[in-house]
């Protein structure tokens, strides 16, 4: 039997257990156990809480607790009991993912209670609410589970039924659900209620189509810069030239929310990140009114290296981002917050690299943020090696003439294999360089690398596991590469 007690209990006891090689330094993580999806993400009271589907006695997924951390800044967490376990009938083998929304100055989850059966048909998946006024201690709601088989539409799978996101709209709650098309692919069902307990059926908001994946989890909608945003994390989405060669994908589509109809109408469809580890990402605005986003960063049907060499814990979120939308397309920056925690800048201004490769001694380090500016008009291929010792790298190359960014994490240190059909270690998007200039925002982890190409217009995310010390920083050029500017602050939360 879980219960939260026990949770709470292990963690305490075991923390201390895990191995410290790859924890992270200003990425949010577990004391201890498995995390996947961030849950619940919200600014309540002047400060970030988000949760996370979390099971602390292994570092593999199990049935689901909903892990707490709080933030004033959303760099430096601290970590909160664990809010909710699988202790009811209708949750009995899981609290999967879902939304946290502030009501009459309480704080409301709602989550799906995942129900197993003696068969995969038997499963079932059902809305729950449990509710706090301190933003820490939760109860379940009387009414449990508030949306049921019942409440679905024909065509729609009572198994594949969850990750509830709501949304305020005047006096009425929405809450998206993914859901799995009987006739075969994702789409979004539509509720809504006025008090977040009864809830009626409205409308299937939007359906995939052929080719569109096998199943939608983990929607989120918002209106930003003129524009509405749905975004969906997608399972077996096919791999489409250098789009979505992950097994699951995260899919942002640009269009136009209409609620009279409860319809979502599409402009614009496109990865939302290409890297190799990103997936169920939630958004929230704060009191700045700023679009923030976070993920998992790590990837379905993957060895995770901490947990196959035994470090007692696996999953961490992405750097919070902020969103904007310029010629319809999404820009992912990092919060500003995390410039407050730069120390040591170190700066190289006007180098010119012809067919050589320098190492920059004086500039190695494990957790660091790079900001590189670089002129590649005469330039055939550019290279960076970041992370790196005698044996590992984990590259990031610019083909000049192809336009063409690439990041490689084939020699980073400890080997993902993963379940696709072909094996996934390197990545490119196809960028211009904006009159022959590129910028490079680069944010490196004990166990990760965010890249921020060009202010923001592209992102690779994925995570690395260098097997002994790698902290040294090298960059070649083929033809001529002109670094304008190299910026480089450690990172010490
Ligand atoms: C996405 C997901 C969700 C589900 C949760 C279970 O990563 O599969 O659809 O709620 O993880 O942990």
């Known amino acids: 039997m879980y219960t939260l007690e026990r949770a709470n209990n292990y963690i305490k006891k075991s923390s201390n257990q895990v191995k410290q090689g790859y924890r992270h330094h200003y990425h949010l993580m577990a004391p201890i156990g498995w995390i996947n999806d961030p849950n619940g993400f919200i600014y309540y009271k002047g400060e970030y809480h988000l949760f996370y589907q979390y099971y602390p006695y292994k570092a593999e997924w199990g049935p689901m607790h909903w892990g707490h951390a709080k933030?004033?800044?959303?760099?430096?967490?601290?970590?909160?009991?664990?809010?909710?376990?699988?202790?009811?009938?209708?949750?009995?083998?899981?609290?999967?993912?879902?939304?946290?929304?502030?009501?009459?100055?309480?704080?409301?989850?709602?989550?799906?209670?995942?129900?197993?059966?003696?068969?995969?048909?038997?499963?079932?998946?059902?809305?729950?609410?449990?509710?706090?006024?301190?933003?820490?201690?939760?109860?379940?709601?009387?009414?449990?589970p508030v949306i049921t088989e019942d409440h679905l539409p024909k065509n729609a799978a009572p198994q594949d039924f969850r990750d509830p996101k709501v949304i305020k709209k005047g006096e009425l709650y929405f809450s998206l659900i993914a859901s799995k098309a009987e006739d075969g692919g994702g789409q979004i069902l539509l509720y809504k209620s006025r008090d977040l307990l009864d809830w009626e059926f409205v409308s299937v908001m939007l359906k995939g189509e052929e080719g569109e994946g096998a199943m939608w989890e983990c929607p989120d909608l918002f209106s930003l810069d003129g524009k509405d945003v749905l975004i969906i994390s997608v399972e077996g989405l096919p791999k489409q030239e250098m789009k979505f060669p992950n097994t699951h994908s995260v899919v942002s589509i640009i269009g136009k929310m209409d609620w009279e109809e409860g319809t979502f109408h599409k402009e614009k469809t496109e990865?939302?990140?290409?890297?190799?580890?990103?997936?169920?990402?939630?958004?929230?605005?704060?009191?700045?009114?700023?679009?923030?986003?976070?993920?998992?960063?790590?990837?379905?049907?993957?060895?995770?290296?901490?947990?196959?060499?035994?470090?007692?814990?696996?999953?961490?979120?992405?750097?919070?981002?902020?969103?904007?939308?310029?010629?319809?397309?999404?820009?992912?920056?990092?919060?500003?917050?995390?410039?407050?925690?730069?120390?040591?800048?170190?700066?190289?201004?006007?180098?010119?690299?012809?067919?050589?490769?320098?190492?920059f001694a004086g500039l190695s380090g494990e957790v660091y943020a790079l900001e590189l500016d670089l002129d590649t008009k005469m330039g055939k291929r550019f290279e960076l090696e970041v992370r790196s010792n005698e044996e590992e790298k984990t590259l990031i190359t610019y083909d000049c003439h192809a336009d063409l960014l690439e990041l490689n994490r084939k020699s980073s240190g400890v080997e993902l294999v993963g379940n696709e059909k072909e094996q996934v270690f390197k990545r490119a998007v196809y960028c211009e360089s904006e009159n022959d200039k590129l910028n490079l925002e680069i944010f490196v982890d004990r166990a990760s690398i965010e890249v921020f190409i060009n202010k923001g217009k592209f992102t690779m995310t994925s995570t690395i596991y260098p097997k002994k010390k790698a902290d040294k920083l090298k960059i070649a050029a083929e033809g001529e590469i002109e670094i304008i500017s190299l910026n480089k602050w450690d990172i010490e939360v």
């Open 71 to 144: 933030s004033k800044d959303l760099i430096k967490w601290e970590t909160f009991p664990v809010a909710l376990a699988p202790d009811q009938i209708y949750d009995k083998d899981g609290c999967f993912s879902g939304t946290a929304i502030e009501k009459d100055g309480k704080m409301y989850l709602m989550y799906t209670g995942h129900i197993m059966g003696e068969k995969d048909e038997d499963i079932r998946q059902v809305q729950c609410i449990a509710v706090s006024s301190d933003g820490i201690n939760f109860e379940k709601a009387e009414q449990n």
């Open 271 to 359: 990865e939302l990140d290409y890297g190799l580890d990103f997936y169920a990402p939630q958004t929230i605005t704060d009191d700045s009114n700023r679009r923030i986003m976070t993920s998992w960063m790590q990837m379905w049907g993957r060895n995770i290296p901490t947990d196959t060499e035994n470090h007692g814990w696996a999953g961490a979120m992405t750097l919070p981002r902020e969103l904007s939308i310029k010629n319809n397309h999404i820009y992912q920056r990092p919060v500003g917050e995390i410039k407050n925690y730069y120390k040591n800048k170190q700066s190289i201004n006007n180098i010119r690299l012809k067919d050589n490769s320098k190492e």
